[in-house]
């Protein structure tokens, strides 16, 4: 079992105007042109790939969003919000089923450090995975098909025998593409018991 992180076991801000209004900051400019938005996508890709550093995303973000490079730090510590009910407990029920399980994410370093940390409010029960696939590490993000390659070869697991939950339908195409068995989660309003029906139906966990 492969899950995505954000909006699948975490919750997360809706954009970066709700990020900042978790944090507290004044709002970016509202929108971006053309050129603005793919100069964000391009800072996305690298910080995600690990090819730059938080802070020098948040170096080139804070010009084009227009707003201080401390703003865009904080918007990004309060992008993660908490983690859905019932996350811990659904991966203990795979454990305890003798499921090997991982996690496979398109992230950053910063993001993924308050995700794995052993307290605070985005800590997830990383403990839990048998294995953990983060974007940054990998060099390559989601839906390349390098990257879910990579899972196979350190996992040693066939393509046939994995189930990938993810909230988008493009990487949702990618793994099933690569012979994965992809199963679109939406987050709202409860993504937990969504995975465990789908489990259910694989005689795996038991419906909620």
Known sequence: MVFDLGRVLIRICDNWRHACEVAGVAHPVDLLDAPAKAAMTELVVLSETG??????????????????????????????LEPFPGVDELLADLASAGMSTACLSNTNASHWDLMCAASGKAALPMHRL????????????????????????????APDRIVFFDDLADNIAG????????VQIHPQPDPVSQMRRTLAEFGIVAGT
């Open 51 to 80: 090819r730059i550093s938080h802070r020098q995303f948040a170096e080139g973000a804070a010009p084009i969003l227009g707003v201080p490079v401390e703003s865009v730090l904080a918007m990004s510590d309060a992008y993660l």
């Open 175 to 182: 793994a099933t593409a690569c012979g994965w068995h992809g």
């Open 130 to 157: 048998t294995w953990r696939f983060g974007s940054q590490e990998i060099g390559v993000r989601k839906p390349d098909p390098a990257i879910y390659a990579h899972v196979e070869q350190t996992t040693g697991i």
